[in-house]
């Protein structure tokens, strides 16, 4: 989407808040000398319950069983990620794969300042990107595909109720570390089948997430619902307390899954990817609390992965935090209009397109249908000049990795 350069921000050095100690004693574990004995070695009972402990606070920092090979394994090594190597980018050392994701918590990373100072990461498309397809109608099939519909009449985007813990659907603001510095995005509870009333999932872009095909996962993700309940100004952020920005907490994703498609093909303009630009995180709270994100947050919607055609949607209202001038982050926006068609690439889905002058940060926030309950898309691209959104269509391969999450 429109990705227009806003003012310069005055920056902070990232942070080298240390991660818990612990978590160097965790991975080495996970990663040293137990894998290197014989496969019919059986521990000891002193050697069971000193790895109990372990193993539990590995299921507590969130990290895999088997940690990414590409990940520092040496305490030196570690020593170094702990203390800020991982802003080192290079692209033999980025996590990339499906099951590379790791996202220990750094306890108070995330504080009002950086989270003010954080730049959208969004994505742009020009006329060239679009492919005309058939002009309206149904491409004489019945269906949406290969269809380009007339650019639609732009919606002037308006600012959500406050405060959103009482007024506002369950979209936030999704934080990432990239090569570019600290990013921001939005996301949305979701509801999961198999944790009914007590879901952890949020659904936003792939490119929120993972970079593509130039590179791979984003670290230090978290996610922040009803980010700014109250709507206060930019101005007052930096110095907010923390409550008054992230009135349920900062959630930390465990774990993140895209699209097989964006990973391969997504990029940084143009519309590579767009189609299948969608992701899923698992996330937990940084400050450990019992209870799960949809019954902290008090609702999540339904995400509705039957793609349906686009004459059968009456309305869709993309919800996001917008930071690209005229706006600057610090608020939710919606727009409600009828959704037409967009073909971004023929071999893959047509992608649902809505006008409205939403910017840069809204990125992965939700497209609810008509009343609201319901998801159909999340926020992929829109044109340099602004004016519309576009939004992949969630099929098999969405809900393939909302399922994969949901396993998890």
């Excluded at 097989?260 to 709270?285: C, E, L, R, T």
Aim: glycine residues 12%; proline residues 9%.
């Amino acid at each position: 989407m429109s990705a227009t350069a806003r003012p310069a921000r005055r920056r902070r050095p990232a942070l080298a808040t240390a991660a818990v100690a612990a978590v160097l004693a965790v991975t080495a574990t996970a990663c040293g000398p137990e894998a290197e004995g014989p496969a019919d070695d059986k521990p000891s009972a002193s050697e069971t319950s000193a790895q109990e402990p372990g193993k539990d606070l590995k299921e507590e920092l969130g990290l895999p069983d088997k940690l990414p090979k590409d990940l520092p394994t040496s305490l030196k090594d570690l020593e170094g990620w702990r203390n800020g190597e991982w802003k080192n980018w290079s692209k033999d050392d980025w996590l990339r794969e499906a099951g590379d994701f790791i996202n220990p918590i750094i306890d108070d990373l995330w504080d009002p300042d950086r989270m003010k100072d954080a730049d959208e990461n969004d994505r742009e498309v020009d006329d060239s990107d679009i492919d005309a397809g058939e002009s309206g109608g149904d491409n004489g099939t019945g269906e949406d595909e290969g269809v380009t519909d007339p650019t639609p009449p732009k919606v002037r985007a308006e600012q959500v109720r406050t405060p959103y813990t009482r007024n506002a659907a369950p979209v936030g603001k999704v934080f990432m570390d990239t090569p570019k510095g600290s990013m921001v995005c939005s996301g949305t509870v979701v509801k999961d089948p198999a944790n009914p009333g007590r879901s952890n999932l949020v659904a936003t872009a792939g490119h929120c997430v993972h970079a593509g095909s130039s590179g791979g996962w984003f670290r230090n993700v978290v996610f922040v619902p009803h980010y700014n309940p109250d709507g206060l100004p930019d101005s007052r952020l930096a110095d907010a307390q923390q409550q008054d920005v992230a009135p349920h907490g900062v959630w930390w994703a465990q774990y993140a899954q895209t699209t097989d498609h964006w990973i391969k093909n997504g990029s940084q303009s143009g519309g590579n990817g767009a189609p299948q630009d969608f992701a899923m995180m698992k996330v937990k709270p940084e400050n450990g609390s019992g209870k799960s994100l949809e019954e902290t947050v008090g609702k999540a919607a339904d995400i509705n992965f039957n793609t349906p055609r686009v004459k059968g949607i009456s309305t869709l209202t993309p919800t996001g935090y917008p930071a690209a001038p005229p706006f600057d982050g610090a608020k939710m926006y919606q727009c409600t209009g009828k959704p037409g068609r967009v073909t971004l690439d023929p071999q893959q889905p047509t992608m649902y397109r809505v006008g409205c002058t939403m910017t840069g940060g809204s990125s992965g926030g939700g497209w609810f249908g008509p009343g609201g309950d319901e998801l159909l898309s999340v926020t992929s691209v829109g044109p340099v000049t602004g004016g519309w959104l576009a939004g992949p269509r969630l099929g098999d391969e969405a809900k393939g990795v909302f399922e994969t999450v949901s396993k998890k």
